[in-house]
């Protein structure tokens, strides 16, 4: 039972809940966000809100478009605003709170790897490199 009370509250597991919860609602508010914004803005251009009426037929079979359309724009805005919201002022703020640690790695001169400071001689290539102190 111990073992399945670490699983339950492992770091990883709730985070992962906790992502799911709110990516769900953040699908949903994109949704509406494109129902109420973008296609009316559509409609002010083609004259129809709802794309669902573009439909090609070839012989008996019906090829519904226009869904794909909607859902390609829902996607589109989805990825502009998760881009513009969280993923650029995140890397702001990470490269903010990195900015005074002190390096850790050099580059081998060599093969142009990553290697420990202290490193006399490259991991990745093997070849011999001057010792920063």
Do not use: W
Request: glycine fraction near 6%.
């Amino acid at each position: 039972m111990e073992g399945f009370k670490k699983f339950l509250f492992r770091g990883n597991l709730v985070q992962l809940a906790v992502a799911v919860v709110i990516g769900a609602q953040f699908s949903a508010l994109v949704n509406q966000f494109v129902k109420s914004f973008v296609d009316p803005l559509l409609a002010l251009v083609g004259g129809n809100q709802n794309l669902s009426h573009l439909k090609g037929t070839i012989g008996d079979t019906v090829f519904p478009y226009g869904d794909f359309i909607s859902a390609s724009l829902t996607f589109l805005i989805s990825a502009v605003v998760v881009y513009f919201v969280l993923v650029a002022p995140m890397a702001k703020v990470i490269s903010y709170l990195d900015r005074d640690q002190a390096a850790t790695e050099k580059d081998c001169p060599h093969c142009l790897s990553q290697i420990p400071l202290k490193a006399s001689r490259c991991a990745h290539c093997t070849q011999p490199v001057p010792v920063t102190a």
